[in-house]
């Protein structure tokens, strides 16, 4: 049977064993993708939630065939020859010639054998294969992968069934090839052999060396790593780093897929000048909760006269859908450290224990039909630094809540109540009552506090205008652990509270630097009356003045907490104006002032606080522009008009012109206190020269051979010296990238500095110091240079 063709499509041909050869080639995409997950990789639900919903049968698509010539006898082969290509699903194969034994189940494809399949594609002289046993071999393959760009060669692919393979004196690669004879890869990495289990999903490498320009830098005598982005069980990329404080530190973690919801990760790290520090990290995801567990413990720190220093911090939140009685919700936040100097030493090694103020609670919620019960128990672990002691804040034990509310209700009127019981404790040692031995909150008794507050409001509002009056009572009661000052062991105190906010919100069209824009002016009212009621005796657990902004000023009550209700009198008065896109409704611009006139003194203050007697408060200007839109800036400005001065006064400014390009700097001045000055950037130092590199889009860079220079610096003006600071350089060099990071960190009186390399090898893994979490944390608008934005199709590489 001879029949000449010329590319010209032929009936469906029946050929679905050969198709299953590209079945086994997909699999490779993972090779040397990975050795492990460098960080800890996303959770993933627990596989009851998961879709099984399993593809559609290979056996079951139709197979098209073409080539010049076909050839053949039924039931016994089939030949085809001359630009022979078979096309299964996404699936493409091309040969010079493609042959198929049904006697014996062998496939043949040889001469430029091609394979395409969903993107990955690999190339070769030789394929055979017995279809049913998958039992074969691909001779001198090179590989691609879509995933990212890399790719390699091997002397030969050995499939030893449907699941399982070898291949032999592999290579792997992201260096994108340049002209010339001699050049060679930056990096490259390669392995005696290679077996993959897709069963499992899993690689197992041995005789593997990570090469680094020409040099070899990792020697991995055998190694294991994922096939797909499953998560894999195996050691991490070790890293490395250097602090004044630890001197060398080297980790090298080890991670544990215990299941797809569950997964630990070691971190023993060797410090040269304390010890070993051992840490580790537990997470899972379940249906109805999820949490982790994080803990550090260094034995005999030969920096604290060899004591033995640990750190703890575990979160964990619950859903509890109960029939009939409505919603519950465990919430669990444990927070606790060996001493005093652990925030000083190690406040890098958990974001949750880098606080002088570690918080250890519990929250049981339930809710339904609007009303919400929460109980709590908080207590606080306060680490004192003799230099610069701190109070402690109060413990509660337990904290008893109710809400309920409802809006439009009886004529359109908003209805809410809240009810607290919660009892005040905390201890007080001897430096803190040596330093602040007069501080009211140092001397005054633990006790239990009950509120009530019930308030009604009835908004009415329109295009254009709004109005809200609102009333509100309060209502305490304290029974004290001890006597107050006065001998009273209990107290009691009732607060009404009436309260008028309206405003108007006015439109038209403007032009402003020749464009157009809807302006809008919206004067604001609001007035507060609150009679006095004498509070001043009484302990303050949890009130504090609260900031003075845009936010607060049209508030009934200047405090937070529930000890103090500030008797008031006051009209606030505002105004805004905003500038915005007619056609997007962005923002372009916003000014605003507000201040408040207050028609007789207010009495109720904290202890140390005098009677506030002044009619007008501070003015408040703020304004926010961002007309270029490379371009943004905002303001605010606390200005005292009888001082004629500025208590408070913050200016920030941001030019962001491009991908990887962005420079910010803010000025911060509290009066008498602070005044600092924060600048941080990212910026392609080739664009000094000249080179403005290309537009890669985010996540991409701009280029090989590009150097960045990053940084943050917090310098004090009151003070004349820097409080933090970063500075570092990247070097993208295409398919690596450099890091080096200088890191200055204020701690208390100490100061802690360390140096970060980082070495990324781009599609395969990072060596080094976590440089990139110090840079994404500290320095605004940061951009990865290189970060998967979106996974590329598969018609991305469609043949």
């Known amino acids: 049977m001879h029949h000449p063709r010329n590319k010209a499509s032929l009936a469906r041909f029946a050929l679905s064993p050969i198709a299953l050869v590209a079945a086994s080639l997909l699999q490779p995409a993972g090779v040397f993708a990975q050795a492990a997950a460098e960080t800890s990789p996303r959770l993933q639900p627990s596989p009851a939630l998961r879709d099984t919903t399993t593809p559609q049968d290979g056996a079951q698509l ?39 034994n049904q006697a014996t189940d062998k496939a043949r494809a040889e001469g430029d054998v091609y394979i395409n399949k969903a993107g990955n594609t690999f190339e070769g002289p030789l ?3 017995e279809v049913d046993a998958f039992h074969g071999f691909f001779n001198q393959p090179r590989y691609r992968f879509l995933q990212n760009d890399a790719y390699g060669e091997a002397d030969r692919v050995d499939f030893i069934d449907a699941d399982r393979a070898v291949i032999r004196n592999a290579s792997y690669t992201t260096c994108q090839r340049h002209p010339g004879p001699s050049w060679m890869p930056d990096w490259i990495l390669r392995a005696a052999s290679i077996s993959l289990d897709q069963e499992e999903e899993v690689g197992h490498a041995e005789g593997a060396v990570l090469r680094f320009k020409g040099v070899p ?46 997964d630990a990760t070691l971190y023993p790290t060797i410090m040269t000048r304390r010890g070993i520090d051992l840490a580790g990290e537990f997470r899972y995801l379940e249906p109805s909760y999820s949490g982790m567990a994080r803990g550090h413990y260094l034995p005999g720190d030969r920096l604290r006269d060899h004591e033995d220093r640990w750190g703890f911090t575990a ?50 919620a339930w809710g339904w039909a609007g009303i919400n019960f929460n109980g709590r128990v908080q207590k606080w672990q306060t680490l004192q630094d003799p230099d610069a002691p701190i109070v402690p804040p109060y413990d509660r034990a337990p904290q008893l809540t109710g809400r309920w509310s409802r809006t439009d209700v009886w004529g359109g009127l908003d209805t809410y109540v809240e009810g607290d019981y919660t009892h005040f404790t905390h201890s007080i040692d001897a430096l803190v009552r040596n330093a602040f031995p007069t501080t009211p909150e140092v001397n005054q008794p633990d006790g239990q506090r009950s509120y009530l507050v019930a308030q009604v409001s009835r908004p009415w509002q329109a295009p254009g205008w709004f109005v809200i009056p609102k009333a509100q009572v309060h209502s305490r009661y304290y029974a004290f652990d001890a006597p107050l000052a006065t001998g009273q062991n209990t107290a009691a105190v009732t607060v009404p509270t009436f309260s008028l906010d309206s405003g108007l919100v006015l439109e038209r069209e403007t032009n402003l630097f020749g464009r157009g824009f809807v302006q809008t002016l919206e004067p604001r009212a609001f007035y507060v009356y609150t009679p006095f009621r004498d509070q001043n005796r009484l302990p303050t657990y949890d009130s504090a003045q609260v900031d003075f902004n845009f936010a607060t000023i049209y508030t009934e009550n200047q405090y937070g907490g529930h000890d103090r209700i500030a008797d008031n009198n006051l009209l606030t008065l505002g105004v805004n104006t905003r500038f915005l896109d007619p056609a997007t409704g962005a923002e372009a611009a916003k000014f605003g002032i507000a201040q408040r006139i207050r028609f007789s ?20 200007f703020g304004a926010s522009v961002s007309f270029l839109p490379k371009w943004s800036a905002d303001g605010l400005l606390q200005y005292n008009y009888k001082s004629s001065q500025s208590i408070r006064s913050t200016f920030g400014v941001r030019y962001n012109p491009g991908n990887y390009r962005v420079i910010s700097a803010a000025y911060r001045r509290q009066q008498g206190l602070s005044e600092q000055i924060d600048v941080g950037w990212q910026w392609p130092l080739n664009d000094l020269w000249g080179d403005k590199g290309q537009n890669l889009g985010p996540g991409a860079g701009e280029g090989e051979g ?28 295409g398919c690596w990238i450099g890091r080096v990071v200088l890191e200055r960190m204020q701690a208390g009186s100490d100061v802690n500095k360390r140096v970060l390399f980082q070495l990324e090898f781009v599609g395969f893994s990072k060596l080094g110091s976590n440089a990139l979490q110090t840079l ?7 951009q990865f240079l290189r970060e998967r934005v979106t996974t590329p199709s598969r018609f991305s590489n469609y043949d």
């Open 62 to 100: 139709p197979t098209f065939v073409e080539g010049d010539r076909i050839q053949g006898r039924p039931d016994l082969e089939t030949v085809v020859e001359g630009n022979a290509e078979l096309r299964r699903g996404d699936t493409v194969i091309r040969a010079r010639r493609l042959e198929y």
């Open 776 to 782: 994404k944390q500290n320095i605004p608008r940061y």
């Open 706 to 733: 590009r150097w960045y220079s990053v940084g943050r610096l917090n310098y004090s003006l009151k003070d004349s010296r820097l409080v933090d600071g970063i500075i570092g350089l990247e070097y993208d060099g």
């Open 127 to 129: 394929l055979e294969l």
């Open 315 to 364: 979160q964990h939140n619950q859903g509890l859908n109960l029939p009939v009685l409505g919603t519950s919700a465990l919430n669990l936040n444990l927070n606790r450290v060996s001493d005093d100097n652990y925030w000083r030493d190690f406040s890098r090694s958990s974001a949750s224990l880098t606080q002088r103020l570690l918080v250890n609670e519990g929250t049981l």
């Open 601 to 620: 003194d207010q009495d109720v203050v904290l202890p140390g606080q005098q009677p506030v007697s002044e009619r007008l408060s501070d003015v408040l």
């Open 217 to 262: 830098i990792l020697p991995v005598p055998a190694i294991s790593f994922p096939l797909s982005d499953k998560r894999k069980s195996g050691v991490l990329p070790p890293t490395i780093g250097l602090d004044n404080r630890s001197g060398l530190e080297l980790t090298l973690p080890y991670y544990w897929n215990i299941a797809p919801n569950r």
